[in-house]
């Protein structure tokens, strides 16, 4: 029992760490901005980008990046690729991470989503119905032991369809739901 508490004790310390450390970075204006006139609050859309890249992390923007612009505001490219910008219409949501790997001259996109823990912290809802027990416990007011029934109520029901279907789970309340539903998106 004692480990399991010392264990929790050590994620959870982790995860305020980590909170701390990008709070630190958006309040000392680490986000590189676009425009010399623009600054962080101006930036509504967060996409993580990793991989081959010169600077890797989280940038802020205006409005949804295309890769052209991602990769721009990340750095560059670590490798010569013949071909870098052939989805260079797409555009990335807030959220997004991107993971941009090199092979034999070709770039490679692999789309998903940011951690939750940098969600929360940018103010960017998570998802309910596709987050992890463990990225839900990022949510102020969720534990382990909430996160987890919220997964198996989840896979039970095939997926919520309102925020106030959480009302059902243990622990969960008309407070804490007002409380965390800025957090959660379905």
């Known amino acids: 029992m004692m480990r399991k508490k010392k264990t929790n004790d050590f994620t959870a310390g982790g995860l305020l760490l980590l909170l701390l450390l990008i709070t630190a970075q958006f309040v000392l204006g680490s986000f590189v901005s676009d425009a010399p006139n623009r600054s962080a609050h101006d930036e509504t859309f967060f996409v993580q980008v990793s991989g081959d890249i010169r ?17 721009k505001r990340a750095g560059g490219l670590r490798a010569e690729i013949h071909d870098p910008m052939h989805e260079n219409s797409a555009r990335f949501p807030s959220g997004s991470k991107i993971d941009l790997r090199s092979d034999t001259g070709m770039l490679h996109i692999d789309r998903g ?14 998802s309910l119905n596709g987050e992890t027990a463990e990225g839900l416990t990022v949510v102020p007011g969720f534990g382990p032991g909430i996160a987890g029934t919220i997964v198996r109520e989840r896979d039970k029901k095939g997926g919520f369809k309102r925020l106030d279907e959480l009302l059902s789970i243990p622990g969960i309340g008309p407070n804490l739901l007002r409380k965390v539903s800025r957090y959660l998106a379905l």
Do not use: C, H, N, W
Not at 55 to 71: A, E, K, N, T, W
Not at 120 to 125: E, M
């Open 55 to 71: 600077s890797p992390g989280v940038y802020g923007f205006r409005d949804p990046p295309d890769l052209q612009r991602l990769i």
């Open 113 to 126: 989503e940011m951690q939750a823990a940098y969600k929360v912290t940018l103010g960017i809802p998570i």
